[in-house]
């Protein structure tokens, strides 16, 4: 339920793949301006971006973070399945 309505609402919002790297064990968020600024000029050489030209940075850092939330809720969800069944299994 939940996963299905961020996903969906990371889709309403075109925020999908505002993050440019993917990366299994996740990534850390910018943390001061010109991180901002180099991120969202990685995302400006994307597909995406040329449907909205007119994007300001603030505008961007919204679509970032709901992309950021979404794979974080994924990685929590995929934990909560990866840990008990690792330790079921090797339980026996």
């Not at 679509?63 to 990685?75: A, K, N, S």
Request: proline share 3%; aromatic share 20%; glycine share 10%.
């Amino acid at each position: 339920g939940g996963m299905v309505a961020v996903g969906g609402l990371t889709r309403l919002t075109k925020s999908g793949l505002s993050m440019t790297e993917w990366r299994l064990q996740g990534s850390m968020f910018p943390l001061n301006e010109e991180q901002w600024n180099e991120e969202f000029q990685r995302y400006q050489k994307y597909p995406e971006f040329q449907q909205r030209k007119d994007m300001s940075l603030n505008e961007f850092k919204t679509i970032f973070w709901w992309e950021y939330g979404h794979r974080m809720l994924g990685r929590f969800i995929g934990l909560c399945f990866v840990v008990p069944f690792t330790y079921f299994s090797f339980r026996r």
